[in-house]
């Protein structure tokens, strides 16, 4: 049972640290259930300190933001044309095919491979769902219950996380002729679903 009490200042510096060391986005409830467990510290107060380190570092060359899986430190994007040079090898391209691959999961989730080769008009290469899945950017979430049994495919918090996204409802609205032209598609009765 968490009896030791901390000072709000005392608080602030654990989570701070704590978020810094974790290498990866880290969310309040893990917080309390691991570097704050044998504290005595309230979600409120854990709240209040997290918003006291995002106000601290709001004039500075990083910045606390929230993801989809909780709460890490990053680079403020204006700095981006210094910081890059730090890394001599270079961003990796995405393909065209990739990211309207990706878009689609991302905007019409559960979607079929099917679904997203009527959008997109073309086949989906084996190489593309292969390399969003081994980015962990997209996971089976099930099977569509037509012949076959075709994957549903979703984005997964690595996503969220990769795009600096708290949840999909942070995705840029899509415009309303393309939303029609998506819908459109999907509705088709045509669309066959193939076995993967």
Same mark, same amino acid.
């Given at each position: 049972?968490?009896?030791?009490?901390?000072?709000?200042?005392?608080?602030?510096?654990?989570?701070?640290?704590?978020?810094?060391?974790?290498?990866?986005?880290?969310?309040?409830?893990?917080?309390?259930?691991?570097?704050?467990?044998?504290?005595?510290?309230?979600?409120?107060?854990?709240?209040?300190?997290?918003?006291?380190?995002?106000?601290?570092?709001?004039?500075?060359?990083?910045?606390?933001?929230?993801?989809?899986?909780?709460?890490?430190?990053?680079?403020?994007?204006?700095?981006?044309?210094?910081?890059?040079?730090?890394?001599?090898?270079?961003?990796?391209?995405?393909?065209?095919?990739?990211?309207?691959?990706?878009?689609?999961?991302?905007? $019409?989730?559960? %979607?079929?491979?099917?679904?997203?080769?009527? !959008?997109? &008009?073309?086949?989906?290469?084996? @190489?593309?769902? *292969?390399?969003?899945?081994? $980015?962990?950017? %997209?996971?089976?979430?099930?099977?569509?219950? !037509?012949? &076959?049994?075709?994957?549903?495919? @979703?984005?997964? *918090?690595?996503?969220?996380?990769?795009?600096?996204?708290?949840?999909?409802?942070?995705?840029?609205?899509?415009?309303?002729?393309?939303?029609?032209?998506?819908?459109?598609?999907?509705?088709?009765?045509?669309?066959?679903?193939?076995?993967?």
């Amino acid at each position: 049972m968490a009896t030791k009490r901390i000072s709000d200042e005392q608080l602030v510096e654990i989570i701070e640290a704590a978020i810094f060391v974790a290498g990866k986005p880290v969310s309040k409830r893990h917080l309390k259930d691991t570097v704050l467990t044998e504290l005595s510290v309230s979600m409120t107060r854990i709240n209040l300190a997290i918003e006291q380190i995002q106000i601290h570092y709001q004039t500075r060359g990083i910045r606390l933001v929230e993801v989809g899986s909780g709460f890490r430190f990053q680079a403020c994007a204006s700095l981006a044309p210094w910081l890059n040079n730090l890394w001599q090898e270079r961003a990796p391209k995405y393909s065209r095919a990739l990211l309207e691959t990706l878009s689609l999961i991302a905007y $019409r989730q559960p %979607i079929t491979r099917g679904e997203i080769e009527q !959008v997109r &008009g073309v086949t989906v290469g084996s @190489a593309i769902i *292969k390399s969003l899945l081994e $980015r962990e950017w %997209i996971h089976v979430v099930g099977h569509k219950e !037509v012949p &076959g049994r075709p994957a549903l495919y @979703a984005t997964t *918090k690595q996503f969220l996380d990769y795009f600096s996204l708290t949840g999909l409802d942070n995705l840029p609205p899509l415009p309303k002729q393309q939303q029609s032209k998506i819908d459109q598609l999907l509705s088709d009765p045509s669309v066959r679903e193939l076995s993967e």
